[in-house]
């Protein structure tokens, strides 16, 4: 049976993407087929192949199902700035109906653990209607979060699971990255994630000097999204 997830961060530079790739490899180790997408990012390089993102390569890494890279990320922009204003100086129209074909393609690939990433926080916008959490909406995929843990995350963390909630979507598990180890009161903190945050938290990822799939996924418990793992 299939699983499908929507990766969400509490901020932008949290860490969705570390975890996301040690999701993916869990999932692997676990015997599961997997397949990450990341529909939207900015911040691209220019190659003699096209314009390509870090995230979405590091998600392809770890995807066994293989498919072309725009696939994976059908819309990419060269600056790094919010994806609202680098499609708009791209003169790109950007919208849920444009990404949602795309991520449906994603899903009917029916991979055992598949993982959608969005781009910044929650309210990250596409136009000057839509947000990118309306394309979690349209597809109705359960949210996993991602807790930059540092000083105001719990805040934040509060502040995103509502927003999930409010858009009736299910807040399956959250992953706390610790991005400033030197975090004041930081079991403290985690105690409090732990306690409010309406799911339950699927591991607690250190300040790591070496980040890499393999040292992240083995920090993060899967067996907790009560997956069938082999």
Same mark, same amino acid.
């Given at each position: 049976?299939?699983?499908?997830?929507?990766?969400?961060?509490?901020?932008?530079?949290?860490?969705?993407?570390?975890?996301?790739?040690? @999701?993916?490899?869990? *999932?692997?180790?676990? &015997? $599961?087929?997997?397949?990450?997408?990341?529909? /939207?990012?900015? !911040? =691209?390089?220019?190659?003699?192949?096209?314009?390509?993102?870090?995230?979405?390569?590091?998600?392809?890494?770890?995807?066994?199902?293989?498919?072309?890279?725009?696939?994976?990320?059908?819309?990419?922009?060269?600056?790094?700035?919010?994806?609202?204003?680098?499609?708009?100086?791209?003169?790109?129209?950007?919208?849920?109906?444009?990404?949602?074909?795309?991520?449906?393609?994603?899903?009917?690939?029916?991979?055992?653990?598949?993982?959608?990433?969005?781009?910044?926080?929650?309210?990250?916008?596409?136009?000057?209607?839509?947000? @990118?959490?309306?394309? *979690?909406?349209?597809? &109705? $995929?359960?949210?996993?979060?991602?807790?930059? /843990?540092?000083? !105001? =995350?719990?805040?934040?963390?509060?502040?995103?699971?509502?927003?999930?909630?409010?858009?009736?979507?299910?807040?399956?598990?959250?992953?706390?990255?610790?991005?400033?180890?030197?975090?004041?009161?930081?079991?403290?903190?985690?105690?409090?994630?732990?306690?409010?945050?309406?799911?339950?938290?699927?591991?607690?990822?250190?300040?790591?000097?070496?980040?890499?799939?393999?040292?992240?996924?083995?920090?993060?418990?899967?067996?907790?999204?009560?997956?069938?793992?082999?």
């Amino acid at each position: 049976m299939s699983a499908a997830y929507f990766i969400a961060g509490t901020d932008t530079d949290v860490g969705k993407t570390t975890i996301a790739s040690g @999701l993916l490899h869990a *999932a692997s180790l676990n &015997g $599961l087929s997997t397949l990450g997408a990341k529909p /939207v990012a900015s !911040g =691209c390089d220019v190659t003699p192949k096209g314009l390509r993102n870090a995230d979405a390569l590091a998600l392809m890494d770890e995807s066994s199902i293989k498919l072309k890279y725009e696939e994976i990320n059908p819309f990419a922009f060269e600056p790094a700035i919010a994806p609202h204003l680098a499609a708009r100086e791209a003169g790109v129209v950007l919208d849920v109906q444009s990404l949602l074909g795309p991520m449906r393609d994603i899903l009917a690939r029916e991979a055992d653990f598949t993982l959608i990433e969005g781009a910044g926080g929650w309210r990250v916008p596409l136009s000057n209607q839509a947000n @990118l959490s309306d394309l *979690a909406m349209a597809l &109705g $995929l359960p949210v996993i979060l991602v807790v930059g /843990v540092r000083l !105001g =995350c719990i805040n934040h963390a509060l502040l995103t699971a509502e927003a999930i909630a409010q858009d009736g979507l299910q807040l399956a598990g959250w992953v706390a990255n610790i991005i400033d180890g030197k975090t004041a009161r930081l079991e403290e903190n985690l105690a409090t994630l732990a306690e409010r945050l309406p799911a339950p938290c699927l591991g607690r990822v250190p300040k790591l000097k070496v980040v890499s799939p393999e040292v992240v996924a083995s920090h993060l418990e899967l067996d907790l999204l009560e997956l069938d793992l082999v």
